[in-house]
């Protein structure tokens, strides 16, 4: 297996700086296709910065981004047929009802699976004609990643997917996650500031404090530790 399809992504001494503050500093990451790998930090620390990156929504200063083998930037529309990318607290389609972003959004892609779109909503248990604007943060976020998922992208990157929402929920919508990507395949790459919430869930962790990367390790041996 070439290099390219043995890695979704890799992150070599990334630097990115927003004036005098460093928000990442010589970061390497790795991450295996078919895994999932949970990007751990306090608030502040640099994960969105990280996960933006990865994202193709910003160029990091020094080091170099690769997404399945290529500059997420450069080739932005090769990178971004391959991935979808989730933003944390995304709210942009409050005016519409989930029938009609379902509606918006199959056009725009050939290997939209509406089996998979039915199968979500239903599991989910999302209404089809209410707005999007009305629904619980929890109802939100599921609805945001049943549509990414319909998509069938080889990488689902998700910036704290989870912000909002209680314990409970947290948990509930970590296993949904998991259980949602049965059939699918895909390579995860997922922020959060929680541990407890990737528990058991994620095959791998990456711990950023004051930007740097300090831990990157198998999720089972950090929990037994902790």
């Given at each position: 297996?070439?290099?390219?399809?043995?890695?979704?992504?890799?992150?070599?001494?990334?630097t990115k700086?927003?004036?005098?503050?460093?928000a990442?500093?010589?970061?390497?990451?790795?991450?295996?296709?078919?895994?999932?790998?949970?990007?751990?930090?306090?608030?502040?620390?640099?994960?969105?910065?990280?996960?933006?990156?990865?994202?193709?929504?910003?160029?990091?200063d020094?080091?170099?981004?690769?997404?399945?083998?290529?500059?997420?930037?450069?080739?932005?529309?090769?990178?971004?047929?391959?991935?979808?990318?989730?933003?944390?607290?995304m709210?942009?389609?409050?005016?519409?009802?989930?029938?009609?972003?379902?509606?918006?959004?199959?056009?725009?892609y050939?290997?939209?699976?509406?089996?998979?779109?039915?199968?979500?909503?239903?599991?989910?248990?999302?209404?089809?004609?209410?707005?999007?604007?009305?629904?619980?943060?929890?109802?939100?976020?599921?609805?945001?990643?049943?549509?990414?998922?319909?998509?069938?992208?080889?990488?689902?990157?998700?910036?704290?997917?989870?912000?909002?929402?209680?314990?409970?929920?947290?948990?509930?919508?970590?296993?949904?996650?998991?259980d949602s990507?049965?059939?699918?395949?895909c390579?995860?790459?997922?922020?959060?500031?929680l541990?407890?919430e990737?528990?058991?869930?994620?095959?791998r962790?990456?711990?950023?404090?004051?930007g740097?990367?300090?831990?990157?390790?198998?999720?089972?041996?950090?929990?037994?530790?902790?």
């Amino acid at each position: 297996m070439g290099e390219a399809a043995q890695y979704a992504i890799k992150m070599h001494h990334v630097t990115k700086t927003f004036g005098k503050v460093v928000a990442n500093k010589n970061v390497d990451l790795e991450l295996k296709t078919g895994e999932i790998l949970a990007l751990l930090g306090e608030n502040g620390e640099g994960k969105t910065t990280a996960i933006k990156m990865a994202a193709g929504q910003m160029e990091p200063d020094a080091g170099a981004v690769r997404v399945f083998g290529l500059d997420p930037v450069r080739d932005g529309v090769r990178v971004r047929e391959r991935f979808a990318y989730v933003a944390e607290l995304m709210k942009v389609y409050d005016w519409m009802t989930l029938a009609e972003l379902h509606d918006f959004l199959k056009p725009f892609y050939s290997n939209w699976n509406e089996d998979a779109f039915i199968r979500l909503t239903r599991g989910f248990g999302l209404p089809l004609d209410r707005k999007l604007g009305s629904f619980s943060r929890g109802m939100y976020a599921k609805s945001v990643l049943a549509a990414a998922l319909c998509r069938e992208p080889e990488l689902l990157i998700l910036d704290d997917p989870c912000l909002g929402l209680d314990t409970a929920s947290r948990r509930n919508f970590m296993e949904m996650l998991v259980d949602s990507l049965t059939g699918f395949g895909c390579t995860v790459f997922l922020s959060t500031h929680l541990i407890p919430e990737a528990a058991g869930i994620v095959d791998r962790v990456g711990i950023l404090k004051n930007g740097r990367l300090v831990a990157e390790e198998d999720a089972a041996a950090l929990l037994e530790r902790t």
